[in-house]
T-cell receptor
Framework: DAGVTQSPTHLIKTRGQQVTLRCSPK?????VSWYQQALGQGPQFIFQ???????QRGNFPDRFSGHQFPNYSSELNVNALLLGDSALYLC????????????FGPGTRLLVL | LAKTTQPISMDSYEGQEVNITCSHN???????ITWYQQFPSQGPRFIIQ???TKVTNEVASLFIPADRKSSTLSLPRVSLSDTAVYYC????????????FGRGTSLIVHP
């Protein structure tokens, strides 16, 4: 039973660039949420995708966008990267829009120079 | 949105029982309490969830008093591998719920 997978594991970008991160949910899950975790902080909710639509959104600017595909996998796009976007980006999957019991992937470590 | 308060850090020794308490004074009627564990450079891992009284699984126990204004995660006989950050979340499991992780409790288990 495959868990949540994310790619790439690490990424280095420069300010102003754009980045796309990818996530495949746990087998049987149809809901994907994305989080940003800065060093020493808890994960901060970016948004949730369910039925290929953004259902919930946290306090993040429009530079952060996403997509969910028919196979439930998801992408997180960040435009016009800032130094402050350097963080661990986590993907979590669940079933039926559930937000309480989520299974997290290992994350993508993004460094913006 | 129910706000949670946890100790920033705790220390323990191998073989001891560890209790981490989370305060959530304005918990709503439909809210559940969920605990996650996170190791460095990994995503959080679901540990346990409860609504009231006591819940136990193979990893931990969760004690919730009648007023539900706090909850205690109990880890029996901790080992070095239990060194991690533990997060308490409160929410109604509904579609409008946005999971809010605080800074969590950093537990260090010493030999």
């Amino acid at each position: 039973d495959a868990g949540v997978t994310q790619s790439p594991t690490h990424l280095i970008k420069t300010r102003g660039q754009q980045v796309t991160l990818r996530c495949s949910p746990k087998s049987g899950h149809d809901t994907v949420s994305w989080y940003q975790q800065a060093l020493g902080q808890g994960p901060q909710f970016i948004f949730q995708y369910y039925e290929e639509e953004e259902r919930q959104r946290g306090n993040f600017p429009d530079r952060f966008s996403g997509h969910q595909f028919p196979n439930y996998s998801s992408e997180l796009n960040v435009n016009a990267l800032l130094l402050g976007d350097s963080a661990l980006y986590l993907c979590a999957s669940s079933m039926g829009g559930d937000q309480e019991t989520q299974y997290f992937g290992p994350g993508t470590r993004l460094l913006v120079l | 949105l129910a706000k949670t308060t946890q100790p920033i850090s705790m220390d323990s020794y191998e073989g001891q029982e560890v209790n981490i308490t989370c305060s959530h004074n304005n918990i709503a009627t439909n809210d559940y309490i969920t605990w996650y564990q996170q190791f460095p450079s990994q995503g959080p891992r679901f540990i346990i969830q409860g609504y009231k009284t006591k819940v136990t699984n193979e990893v931990a126990s969760l004690f919730i008093p009648a007023d539900r204004k706090s909850s205690t995660l109990s880890l029996p006989r901790v080992s070095l591998s239990d060194t991690a950050v533990y997060y308490c979340l409160v929410g109604d499991r509904g579609g409008s719920y946005i999971p809010t992780f605080g800074r969590g409790t950093s537990l260090i288990v010493h030999p």
